[in-house]
Structure formats: C-alpha cells, structure tokens
C-alpha cells in the first residue's frame, strides 16, 4: 500500500493538479530591535511616523517599545513577500534618524537594569492596556532581557480549494472542516519530529553578547571578552537562553487532536500557578500558568484569524486550523531582511514533506525525543558525527538529513514543474551542500567571521546592520510607497483614535468578559 508521502506525491503530479501548488499562501513576521547609534537599545517612544502600533497593518511591536515587528500580508508569490517586506525596511530605516534595525536575533548592548528594557505600549483603549499588562507579566515571569531576542515567524497555508481537491480524492468520510484540521494537526507533529533539520540549516544565532547574562549561569564558552558562544551551537535562540521557563518545562501540549490541544492549553490558563501569584495584579493579565495561548513558546503554532475579541482558542475551536505559524527561523544578519527566497523555497518544501509524510500519534516517549534532538542540534549541531535518536535508535544527524533532503527534493521538482523554474531543486542542493559541509552553515560563517577578525558579535552584528541600514537607504523609496506608508499611517491614527472613543466598558468588565471566553469553551 502506498505511504501518504506516495499518495499525495501521485495527486499533484496530475497535470490538472500540478497548478495548485501555485496556491500556497505564506506571510512573514519580522521582529527587529531598534539600537540607537553605538548600538544601545533605544530608549525612544515608537516613531509617530510609523503610526498606531495597536492597528497598524504592518508595523508594530512586540513586547518591548523598541521591538519592532514587520508583517507582510498573506500573499501565494514568495516575490511579492519579500518585495513588501523590503519595502518597510527602506520605509523604516528612512524615518529612524540615527537609529538602526538591529538585524540579528539575539540582541543588541543592554544595560544591567532589566527594568530599562521599555515595555510596548499601544494607547489607553481596553485592548492597549491588556496588550502591555500581558508584556508586563512575561518580563516578571521570564525576565525582560529574554524578550528582546528576535526572530521571524513564517505563516504558511494552503487555502480551502486546494484542500477541497484532497479531500474528495482520498474519499475522506470526514467534514471537510475537521479534515483540514486533522491535516494540519499531522503536519504540526511531523514538523516536530524533523524541526532539527531547520536549525542545523538556517540557525543563525551562535553567540550572544555578555551583557545578555549579566551573571547568570550557561554552559557557554568566551570568544574574548565580551562575547560568549557555543562553539557547535546553531541557535542559542531556541535553547535554554531563549524562550523557555521552568514553568512551562511541565506544561505538555497535546498535538494529536484539536480537542487536546484546545483542553491542554485551556488548562495551562485557567490554572493558577502558585509562583505567579505573587505578581502584582496589575502587572499581569492573571495568575495562570500562561496568561494567553501566545505565552506558549513552541516551534510552530496551529491559527486561525479571530474574529473582534475572540480567544485564539475559541476560533480554532469555532473554524478549526486556518494555517499554521513556523516560529523557529533565526534573523540572518547576513541577509538584508534576514531571510532570503531560497530559505523560503525550502521551508515550503520541508513544510509539504511534514504534510504529505505519514504522521503517528505522539506519546511521552516520542516528545521527550523530539526534544532532546531539538536541543542536541541546537546547542551541539555542528559537532563532528552528532548523534540523535530516531525510534529510540541512534543516528547520525547527517544520515538522517541526507534521507529526509532526498524525500523533500522530490517535493521540490513538483514545485519547480509547476513553476516553471528550477529554483525549489537549486535550495535543496544547497542545503545538502551545508550537511556535507558544515562550514557552509550561518552559525557556522558568523563563529568564522567572529574568529578571524577577533570582533565582538556587537561589532559584528552592528556591523551588517549598518550596511544593510545604509543600502536600503540608498535606494529609498518611490513616490508611490511613500504614499502608501503615509496613508497607513494615518489610518492606523485614526482607527486608535476611534477605538478609544467609543470605549465604554471598564478594563476590568473587558478582562473578566475576555477571561469567560475560556471558561465557555
């Protein structure tokens, strides 16, 4: 009997079916720090030129006033992605003055006091006060320095026509809706199984600054006097100096149905946790072990749109699984924006092989092992004949890559036959070419980088951020954009400016109504 990997593989290789790869869907979330001119985190409010943080459809912030995040609208043309994205870079940078984009993932010089990090604020609406409350609590629970790391989220989906041609060819019995949810489901597990493979590929975070830890203990090891590496490491964002917490260490997620995955996390809010009630009230949105589902740190997220005021849990649960969010990728200093389309093409290879591969269940055992790989590669992934463990059984990490580049190539040539282009193949041997040579890695150039010219990784991220600050300078923008950014702007005002008006509950009435949400599920 053919594997699924075969079935599906077989279905789009139909000519009629061939074009609907065409449709896959994808948006980009780029959070960037801003530094001021000796790459210091700035201090300054949002730029008024950007416009309302709270409604703006592009520019925003994340949980610090200096974390800036970008977002490109969902778009099937991995072109007009980055294209967009470019743009609000040259945008941005034009409007900075002397600050800069600082263009890495772990982040730029702080100072000792944690509480000089500014916490994002949106305004004085009900929403405004919960979006910073909620920042306020995860600087308690986790410390503010861990929340200035940056990364890139990738939104990826395939829409409702495509899975309506699935469904009927694999005679499903099930409601389409509880379908796609399954599927996507069966693509989150995959995704965990084999998520090593990205960090070995893209991880672009090896080292990270002194200041960072101001004492506190790590495994890591001195490249001079103000750096700290790990000198096989690919990601020190995704390890233990990112985003993880004693806490949520007990917290075990269910991605094997909706159903559990709804209750698990359900249960993590509603449940006090005894360490968090000795934070101020105010400086929280509960006392639960997560305030929101977003205080979940996980590699990848299954979403939908929520509709005003609706819990992301209850629109999964009202619509199922809409797309899913990829949030393990790396800001690559070395590119302008951090991500290039060759990374693209392959992560949306890699992301149909987690889709169409056969997907078990998940017990204890399979996610302590999921786990464990992830941080052996994420901490150890460049070390010579790295072993991790598949089915309980140990494997070279490069065996294994080999096998699973060898499937998602095949994916790739579907890609390239549909459009017309060899690019998706060309990915694929680039990044067989980083397993054969490590060298060849981002965590390993940015290490090479480091040593050869005996530089701090400040230096040498504010370094690239400069460059890449000075060439979107350089080609500015058009009139047409200009426009564009100006009416965003002051839209974003106005709808700020409209909600605060027409606010008439108390914040407290609005978080108890929120909260209830919950509980109704």
């Not at 409601?175 to 995959?190: A, D, E, W």
């Not at 890695?441 to 370094?463: F, G, K, N, W």
């Not at 890449?468 to 100006?486: C, D, V, W």
Request: with cysteine; charged share 20%.
């Amino acid at each position: 009997m053919a594997t699924s990997l075969e079935q599906r593989l077989a279905f789009f290789a139909a000519a009629p079916k061939l074009p609907l790869l065409l449709q896959i869907q994808r948006g980009i979330e780029k959070e960037s720090l801003r530094a001021d001119q000796n790459g210091i985190l700035a201090q300054t409010s949002h730029p008024d030129a950007f416009g309302s943080a709270l409604t703006h459809p592009s520019i925003t912030t994340d949980f610090s006033e200096a974390l800036l995040e970008f977002i490109t609208p969902v778009s099937n043309s991995i072109e007009d992605t980055l294209n967009e994205l470019d743009a609000i870079h040259r945008f941005a940078v034009s409007e900075l003055g002397d600050e800069t984009i600082w263009n890495a993932s772990m982040p730029c010089r702080l100072g000792e006091d944690e509480d000089a990090i500014p916490v994002a604020r949106y305004g004085t609406s009900n929403t405004a006060t919960m979006k910073s409350r909620y920042r306020l609590g995860l600087g308690h629970r986790y410390g503010r320095k861990m929340q200035t790391i940056a990364g890139i989220h990738y939104n990826f989906s395939l829409p409702k026509s495509v899975w309506q041609e699935l469904h009927a060819a694999e005679n499903s019995e099930l409601p389409l809706k509880t379908y796609i949810t399954n599927n996507y489901f069966g693509m989150i597990r995959n995704f965990r199984r084999y998520v090593w493979l990205l960090i070995y590929l893209f991880g672009a975070a090896p080292a990270v600054s002194r200041c960072f830890l101001n004492g506190k203990p790590h495994q890591l090891e001195p490249l001079g006097e103000y750096t700290l590496y790990g000198p096989h490491a690919t990601s020190l964002r995704m390890g233990d100096l990112g985003y993880q917490s004693d806490a949520q260490k007990n917290l075990h997620i269910c991605y094997n149905h909706l159903d559990f995955y709804v209750e698990t996390l359900r249960g993590a809010i509603t449940t006090s946790h005894s360490d968090y009630e000795k934070i101020p009230k105010e400086e929280q949105l509960s006392s639960g072990l997560l305030q929101i589902e977003n205080e979940f740190y996980s590699p990848i997220r299954p979403k939908r749109v929520t509709e005003s005021g609706e819990i992301p849990l209850g629109a999964l649960r009202r619509g199922g699984v809409e797309y899913i969010e990829v949030r393990c990728i790396d800001v690559n200093p070395m590119l302008p924006v951090g991500i290039n389309a060759e990374q693209i093409r392959f992560i949306d290879a890699f992301l149909l092989y987690c889709l169409y591969q056969d997907s078990p269940k998940c017990d204890d055992d399979n996610n302590a092992e999921i786990s464990n790989n992830l941080l052996s590669v994420v901490n150890r992934g460049r070390e010579p004949n790295l072993e991790l463990n598949q089915h309980g059984s140990p494997r070279t990490m490069t065996a294994w890559a080999e096998e699973l580049i060898v499937d998602i190539s095949r994916i790739a040539e579907q890609l390239d036959k549909a459009h017309k282009t060899d690019s998706y193949t060309q990915s694929c041997k680039a990044q067989l070419a980083k397993v054969h040579d490590v060298s060849l890695t981002p965590s390993a150039q940015i290490v090479a980088a480091l040593e050869q010219r005996h530089d701090t990784y400040y230096h040498y991220a504010m370094e690239q951020s400069l460059q890449h600050a000075a060439a979107f300078r350089e080609r500015g923008l058009s009139t047409e954009e200009q426009q564009r950014f100006a009416a965003m702007r002051e839209t974003s005002v106005a709808a700020q400016t409209k909600v605060e008006a027409e606010q008439q509950e108390s914040y407290d009435e609005y978080l108890s109504r929120f909260y209830q949400q919950y509980q109704d599920l």
